[in-house]
Nanobody, 126 residues
Framework: VQLVESGGGVAQTGGSLRLSCVAS????????LGWFRRGPGSRREGISC????????WYADSVKGRFTVSYDKAATTLYLQMDSLTPADAGSYYC????????????????????WGKGTLVTVSA
């Protein structure tokens, strides 16, 4: 499985961006696909993920109500629609694949991620 992100760029505060992640070699996710973020000087943070079987979505509190994760099975592509962006949302965004469900929402735990994409950079201007 290979994960390739795209869609990063520069947005103004209050603006929107849509990230995409093509999951090559992945027919049906065994568990979860997700997005992590690493801001300047901070650790990687689980932002959002979707559990493959049930389609259950999970969000970090910091993005609830503003970000929407979705998965197109036919295109094996994961999306992250980001609205109402703030400078705090800036950073590198990584697409991830977690093959085992350790507990509900464990696709947001970096310790269980099996595959990481190389990331795409998001900049939010004030």
């Amino acid at each position: 499985v290979q994960l390739v992100e795209s869609g990063g760029g520069v947005a103004q505060t209050g603006g929107s961006l849509r990230l995409s992640c093509v999951a090559s070699g992945l027919n049906t996710p065994e568990y979860g696909l997700g997005w992590f973020r690493r801001g300047p000087g901070s650790r990687r943070e689980g932002i959002s993920c979707i559990e493959g079987a049930e389609g259950t979505t999970w969000y970090a509190d910091s993005v609830k109500g503003r970000f929407t994760v979705s998965y197109d099975k036919a295109a094996t592509t994961l999306y992250l629609q980001m609205d109402s962006l703030t400078p705090a949302d800036a950073g590198s965004y990584y697409c991830t694949y977690t093959s085992t469900k350790w507990y509900s929402g464990s696709c947001l735990n970096p310790n269980y991620v099996n595959i990481w994409g190389k990331g795409t950079l998001v900049t939010v201007s004030a």
